[in-house]
Protein backbone atom coordinates (compact mmCIF):
# COMPACT_ATOMS: atom_id res chain seq x y z
CA UNK A 1 0.00 0.00 0.00
CA UNK A 2 1.12 3.21 -0.73
CA UNK A 3 2.03 5.91 2.16
CA UNK A 4 0.12 8.83 2.49
CA UNK A 5 1.59 11.97 3.78
CA UNK A 6 -1.31 14.04 5.79
CA UNK A 7 -0.92 17.45 6.38
CA UNK A 8 1.40 18.26 9.53
CA UNK A 9 -0.17 19.62 12.51
CA UNK A 10 3.55 18.89 14.70
CA UNK A 11 6.32 18.23 13.17
CA UNK A 12 9.28 15.43 14.12
CA UNK A 13 11.62 18.29 15.81
CA UNK A 14 8.12 19.81 17.47
CA UNK A 15 7.63 16.67 19.16
CA UNK A 16 11.19 16.14 20.26
CA UNK A 17 11.44 19.40 21.76
CA UNK A 18 7.96 19.25 23.70
CA UNK A 19 8.65 15.85 24.62
CA UNK A 20 12.36 16.88 26.14
CA UNK A 21 10.51 19.63 28.12
CA UNK A 22 8.28 17.04 29.35
CA UNK A 23 10.79 14.80 30.54
CA UNK A 24 12.76 17.41 32.59
CA UNK A 25 9.17 18.64 34.05
CA UNK A 26 7.90 15.24 34.95
CA UNK A 27 11.64 14.31 36.16
CA UNK A 28 11.79 17.59 38.93
CA UNK A 29 8.08 17.23 39.72
CA UNK A 30 8.95 13.15 40.82
CA UNK A 31 12.27 13.75 42.44
CA UNK A 32 10.91 14.60 45.05
CA UNK A 33 8.89 12.29 46.10
CA UNK A 34 10.64 9.50 44.89
CA UNK A 35 12.63 7.28 47.98
CA UNK A 36 16.65 6.52 47.14
CA UNK A 37 16.10 2.94 45.61
CA UNK A 38 12.60 3.71 44.38
CA UNK A 39 11.93 3.45 40.59
CA UNK A 40 8.96 5.67 38.90
CA UNK A 41 6.62 3.36 37.60
CA UNK A 42 5.41 4.71 34.03
CA UNK A 43 2.17 2.84 32.61
CA UNK A 44 1.73 3.35 28.66
CA UNK A 45 -1.95 3.14 27.05
CA UNK A 46 -1.87 1.27 24.35
CA UNK A 47 -1.47 1.09 21.41
CA UNK A 48 -1.95 5.36 21.05
CA UNK A 49 0.95 5.93 23.90
CA UNK A 50 3.91 3.35 22.30
CA UNK A 51 6.07 6.12 20.64
CA UNK A 52 5.37 8.53 23.43
CA UNK A 53 5.75 6.71 26.24
CA UNK A 54 9.27 4.80 24.74
CA UNK A 55 10.57 8.31 23.74
CA UNK A 56 9.58 10.26 27.12
CA UNK A 57 11.15 8.05 29.34
CA UNK A 58 14.38 8.35 27.48
CA UNK A 59 14.19 12.07 28.62
CA UNK A 60 13.33 11.36 32.39
CA UNK A 61 16.11 11.70 34.93
CA UNK A 62 14.67 8.87 37.40
CA UNK A 63 14.68 5.47 37.38
CA UNK A 64 11.33 3.77 35.98
CA UNK A 65 9.82 0.57 35.43
CA UNK A 66 7.97 0.45 32.21
CA UNK A 67 4.92 -0.91 32.30
CA UNK A 68 1.85 -1.40 29.94
CA UNK A 69 -1.63 -1.29 29.77
CA UNK A 70 -4.47 -1.90 26.32
CA UNK A 71 -7.60 -0.07 26.00
CA UNK A 72 -9.58 0.32 23.05
CA UNK A 73 -12.68 2.35 22.31
CA UNK A 74 -12.40 4.31 18.74
CA UNK A 75 -13.18 0.91 16.53
CA UNK A 76 -12.67 1.88 12.83
CA UNK A 77 -13.91 5.70 12.98
CA UNK A 78 -13.45 9.29 14.50
CA UNK A 79 -15.99 8.90 16.95
CA UNK A 80 -15.12 7.58 20.87
CA UNK A 81 -17.96 4.72 20.75
CA UNK A 82 -17.52 5.25 24.72
CA UNK A 83 -17.08 1.69 25.50
CA UNK A 84 -13.84 0.52 26.83
CA UNK A 85 -13.19 -2.63 24.88
CA UNK A 86 -11.34 -5.69 25.68
CA UNK A 87 -8.94 -3.88 27.45
CA UNK A 88 -5.99 -5.85 28.79
CA UNK A 89 -5.14 -4.34 32.18
CA UNK A 90 -2.53 -6.89 34.06
CA UNK A 91 -0.27 -4.85 35.71
CA UNK A 92 2.04 -6.24 38.55
CA UNK A 93 1.58 -6.38 42.21
CA UNK A 94 4.71 -4.64 43.12
CA UNK A 95 3.45 -1.01 41.50
CA UNK A 96 1.65 -1.02 44.84
CA UNK A 97 1.46 2.52 46.72
CA UNK A 98 4.06 3.89 44.39
CA UNK A 99 4.67 7.01 42.34
CA UNK A 100 2.94 6.42 39.06
CA UNK A 101 2.96 7.98 35.84
CA UNK A 102 0.11 6.87 33.19
CA UNK A 103 1.19 7.93 29.73
CA UNK A 104 -1.79 8.55 27.37
CA UNK A 105 -1.66 9.48 23.63
CA UNK A 106 -4.26 11.71 23.77
CA UNK A 107 -6.88 12.61 26.56
CA UNK A 108 -10.19 13.65 24.08
CA UNK A 109 -13.69 12.92 26.09
CA UNK A 110 -11.67 11.67 28.91
CA UNK A 111 -13.91 8.31 29.27
CA UNK A 112 -10.31 6.57 29.10
CA UNK A 113 -8.35 8.54 30.99
CA UNK A 114 -10.98 8.76 33.71
CA UNK A 115 -11.14 5.09 33.31
CA UNK A 116 -7.66 4.31 34.32
CA UNK A 117 -7.17 6.62 36.49
CA UNK A 118 -10.05 5.14 38.49
CA UNK A 119 -8.91 1.80 38.20
CA UNK A 120 -5.16 2.37 39.15
CA UNK A 121 -6.37 4.15 42.38
CA UNK A 122 -8.49 1.88 43.80
CA UNK A 123 -6.61 -1.62 42.67
CA UNK A 124 -2.95 -0.14 43.33
CA UNK A 125 -3.75 3.17 46.16
CA UNK A 126 -0.59 4.79 44.58
CA UNK A 127 1.31 7.22 46.84
CA UNK A 128 0.89 9.55 43.72
CA UNK A 129 -0.88 9.10 40.42
CA UNK A 130 0.24 11.60 37.84
CA UNK A 131 -1.54 11.60 34.06
CA UNK A 132 0.59 13.03 31.38
CA UNK A 133 -0.73 13.18 27.84
CA UNK A 134 1.00 13.76 24.49
CA UNK A 135 -2.37 15.63 23.45
CA UNK A 136 -5.08 17.30 25.27
CA UNK A 137 -8.47 18.17 22.77
CA UNK A 138 -10.50 19.96 26.15
CA UNK A 139 -13.65 20.97 23.76
CA UNK A 140 -14.63 17.40 23.42
CA UNK A 141 -14.14 16.71 27.20
CA UNK A 142 -17.25 14.65 28.60
CA UNK A 143 -15.80 13.82 32.49
CA UNK A 144 -13.87 16.18 34.59
CA UNK A 145 -10.53 15.07 33.67
CA UNK A 146 -7.36 17.01 33.26
CA UNK A 147 -4.17 15.88 32.15
CA UNK A 148 -1.03 17.34 35.04
CA UNK A 149 0.86 17.44 31.87
CA UNK A 150 0.23 17.71 28.31
CA UNK A 151 2.64 18.32 25.18
CA UNK A 152 -0.06 20.04 23.15
CA UNK A 153 -3.35 21.54 22.86
CA UNK A 154 -5.25 20.64 19.82
CA UNK A 155 -8.73 21.91 18.23
CA UNK A 156 -11.35 19.38 17.59
CA UNK A 157 -9.27 17.69 15.00
CA UNK A 158 -8.78 14.22 14.36
CA UNK A 159 -4.93 13.59 14.59
CA UNK A 160 -3.21 10.51 12.95
CA UNK A 161 0.79 9.76 13.37
CA UNK A 162 3.15 9.08 16.15
CA UNK A 163 1.30 6.18 17.70
CA UNK A 164 -1.94 7.60 16.96
CA UNK A 165 -4.47 5.68 14.39
CA UNK A 166 -7.30 6.01 11.92
CA UNK A 167 -8.80 2.57 11.50
CA UNK A 168 -5.36 1.38 12.42
CA UNK A 169 -2.85 3.07 9.63
CA UNK A 170 -0.38 6.11 10.25
CA UNK A 171 1.09 5.11 13.83
CA UNK A 172 4.09 4.50 12.12
CA UNK A 173 4.29 8.50 11.44
CA UNK A 174 7.09 10.34 12.87
CA UNK A 175 5.22 13.47 12.91
CA UNK A 176 1.28 14.62 13.63
CA UNK A 177 -0.54 14.90 11.25
CA UNK A 178 -4.03 16.38 10.81
CA UNK A 179 -7.06 13.92 8.96
CA UNK A 180 -9.01 16.65 6.77
CA UNK A 181 -12.20 16.85 8.03
CA UNK A 182 -14.44 14.05 10.31
CA UNK A 183 -14.46 10.70 8.36
CA UNK A 184 -17.36 9.42 9.85
P1 LIG B 1 -11.10 9.50 25.14
O1 LIG B 1 -12.25 9.95 24.30
O2 LIG B 1 -10.45 10.65 25.88
O3 LIG B 1 -11.49 8.38 26.06
O4 LIG B 1 -9.99 8.94 24.16
C1 LIG B 1 -9.99 7.58 23.80
C2 LIG B 1 -8.92 7.26 22.82
O5 LIG B 1 -9.39 7.63 21.54
C3 LIG B 1 -7.57 7.95 22.93
O6 LIG B 1 -6.70 7.35 23.86
C4 LIG B 1 -7.06 7.78 21.51
O7 LIG B 1 -6.43 6.53 21.34
C5 LIG B 1 -8.33 7.86 20.70
N1 LIG B 1 -8.44 9.20 20.11
C6 LIG B 1 -9.12 10.29 20.56
N2 LIG B 1 -8.95 11.35 19.74
C7 LIG B 1 -8.16 10.91 18.73
C8 LIG B 1 -7.59 11.53 17.57
O8 LIG B 1 -7.76 12.72 17.27
N3 LIG B 1 -6.84 10.72 16.79
C9 LIG B 1 -6.59 9.40 17.06
N4 LIG B 1 -7.07 8.80 18.14
C10 LIG B 1 -7.85 9.54 18.97
Not at 114 to 138: C, D, R
Request: aromatic fraction near 10%.
Amino acid sequence: MKKVKPKVLFSKEEIQKRTKELGHEISEYFKKNLQEDDSLIVIGVLKGAYIFTADLVRELDVAAQIEFVRIASYGDNTQSSNVIKAPDLSLPSNIYGKNILLVEDIVDTGQTSAFLKKYIEEQFKPSKLVLVSLLNKPSRREVQIEPDFYGFEIEDKFVIGYGLDFAEKYRELDYLGELEGRLS
